[in-house]
């Protein structure tokens, strides 16, 4: 039943991965505000204790934890010490994520290989042991961040593109698998936001500056507060019955052939 409750998060555990900053991290505090206790983990212990600084600054009591989401023990090992100093993981936001901008044809398997491990199997390896307590609570949300390369491709980023449009599916996937479990998988596929990862696309004398500006009708780069309202809306009961969708959060760039030329 709809009401004003049906966005809150009180009493429910998030676990966001590789949040110490950037866009999990933006994501988190949106839960937090709903009433998420938060969980996160990061590569290292600097990031865990440089991303436990930052949500102390903003108020928020979270848990940190050194986790290679690549690591299936690890994982293993993290959701449990979650289980255990809160509570089961209510909601599971797979945000770890790395890119390689490399030509295709100058790019070794193995520089391929990272960013489908990081990027597609982690995600696997994640929800996978989120999975099973979800399935006997008969409740979940799982959160895949995808990208506008789950849906387009562009030079130099060919292992990313195939990370990505992966995790569309494996979000479809696991949407049919576990429906009758009242889990709810869905993706935010953010567009192009201000964060270290695109840092080296936003220098003035870039062009892909000026093209993603061109490109995005909101004639801005995104702002990972930009994030917060959607990631809320999919881990609250108020999107029970939204399943297996990716929401594009991109300024309208999926919808627009970009701006003409000659008027740019
Ligand atoms: P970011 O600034 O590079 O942050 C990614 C975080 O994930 C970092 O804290 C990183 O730690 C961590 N991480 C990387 N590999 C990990 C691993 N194996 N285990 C645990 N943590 C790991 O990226 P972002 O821009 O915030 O992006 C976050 C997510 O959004 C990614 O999935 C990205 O693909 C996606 N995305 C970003 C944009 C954008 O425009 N920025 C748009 C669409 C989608 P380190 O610092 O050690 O690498
Ligand atoms: C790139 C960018 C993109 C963004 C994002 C777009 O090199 O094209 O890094 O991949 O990170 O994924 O949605």
Redesign the pocket.
């Known amino acids: 039943m709809f009401n004003e409750k049906s966005f809150d998060l009180s009493g429910k555990v998030a676990l966001v991965?590789?949040?110490?900053?950037?866009?999990?991290?933006?994501i988190a505090k949106g839960l937090a505000t709903y009433g998420a206790k938060i969980a996160f983990?990061?590569?290292?212990q600097e990031?865990v204790d440089k991303?436990l600084a930052a949500y102390k600054e903003e108020g928020i009591e979270a848990k940190g934890y050194v986790?290679?989401?690549?690591?299936e023990k690890a994982v293993g090992e993290l959701v449990a010490s979650i289980e255990s100093d809160l509570a089961p993981i209510d909601i599971l936001v797979?945000?770890?994520?790395?890119?390689k901008r490399i030509p295709m044809h100058e790019m070794t398997a193995d520089e391929f290989r990272q960013v489908i491990?990081?990027?597609l199997n982690?995600p696997f390896i994640v929800s996978k042991a989120v999975l099973p307590s979800m399935m006997k609570r008969n409740s979940g949300k799982i959160i895949n961040?995808?990208?506008?390369?789950s849906e387009l491709g562009r030079e130099t980023v060919s292992a990313?593109a195939a990370a990505?449009g992966g995790l569309k599916m494996l979000t479809r996937n696991i949407c049919s698998e576990y429906g009758a479990y009242n889990i709810q998988c869905n993706g935010i596929?953010?567009?192009?936001?201000?964060?270290?990862?695109?840092a080296p696309l936003r220098t003035p004398e870039h062009p892909f500056n000026k093209f993603i500006i061109s490109k995005t009708p909101a004639a801005r780069?995104?702002k990972?507060d930009d994030l917060m309202g959607p990631a809320v809306f999919l881990a609250s009961s108020a999107s029970d019955f939204v399943n297996g969708h990716v929401l594009y959060v991109d300024g309208g760039i999926l919808a627009y052939i970009g701006k003409n030329p000659i008027e740019v």
């Open positions: 991965t590789g949040a110490s900053y950037g866009i999990g991290f933006a983990n990061d590569i290292n990031l991303g986790c290679d989401v690549t690591d797979n945000n770890a994520g790395i890119i491990d990081v990027d982690a961040i995808c990208s506008m390369m990313y990505k596929g953010p567009g192009y936001f201000e964060t270290p990862q695109t780069w995104g990972t």
